[in-house]
């Protein structure tokens, strides 16, 4: 199996920075796509940022500028920095990974367990 294990959420003022973290671990042969998706109270799940590679990455308008991705092939990890925050940035953070195991035939989509981030004004 695989797991998805997030860390480095909390409390930060506007204006602050944190940086989240997201390791993978399990019966790995390839990982494509990691990124992250955040959902507020009410809200559906929206897509924050991804990155198949350091040349390939994708994020959405609110976040541009503010936040970066990166990730640690070796590591399985995938990272997110966090600049800038707004309290419209408080939400459960959940990262994914489109991981194949075993022989490494087919990529599916795992699931991290959710981190909050909350911005205080």
């Known amino acids: 199996q695989v797991q998805l294990v997030e860390s480095g959420g909390g409390l930060v003022q506007a204006g602050g920075s944190l940086r989240l973290s997201c390791a993978a671990s399990?019966?790995?042969?390839?990982?494509?796509?990691m990124g992250w998706y955040r959902q507020a109270p009410g809200n559906q799940r929206e897509l924050v940022a991804t990155?198949?590679?350091?040349?390939?990455?994708n994020y959405a308008d609110s976040v541009k500028g503010r936040f970066t991705i990166s990730r640690d092939n070796a590591k399985n990890t995938v990272y997110l920095q966090m600049n800038s925050l707004k309290p419209e940035d408080t939400a459960v953070y959940y990262c994914?990974?489109?991981?194949?195991?075993?022989?490494?035939?087919?990529?599916?989509?795992?699931w991290g367990q959710g981190t909050q981030v909350t911005v205080s004004s």
């Open positions: 990155i198949a590679s350091a040349e390939n990455t």
């Open positions: 994914f990974g489109d991981i194949a195991i075993g022989l490494g035939v087919h990529f599916y989509t795992y």
């Open positions: 399990g019966s790995i042969a390839s990982i494509n796509a």
